[in-house]
């Protein structure tokens, strides 16, 4: 994940971001790319909404920014 890689190098995490990428860990770890699409509808949007949030920071929309 490249939130979590970005925070590991010493970017900084809101709160938000930081709980949405120990959330998508959990996730990650609790089902196969297979079983994903066998979820519930709710559940994948859990997931969609994590790669939203995520996507965002790593695009420097949320946080501390873009890094050039």
Do not use: R, W
Request: glycine letters at 6%; charged letters at 25%; hydrophobic letters at 40%.
């Amino acid at each position: 994940m490249a939130a979590k890689l970005n925070v590991l190098a010493g970017a900084y995490a809101p709160i938000d971001v930081a709980s949405a990428i120990t959330e998508a860990e959990t996730l990650f770890n609790t089902y196969t790319p297979n079983q994903v699409k066998y979820l519930s509808s709710s559940k994948k949007e859990k997931f969609l909404k994590l790669a939203e949030l995520l996507e965002k920071y790593n695009e420097g929309k949320i946080g501390s920014g873009h890094c050039d």
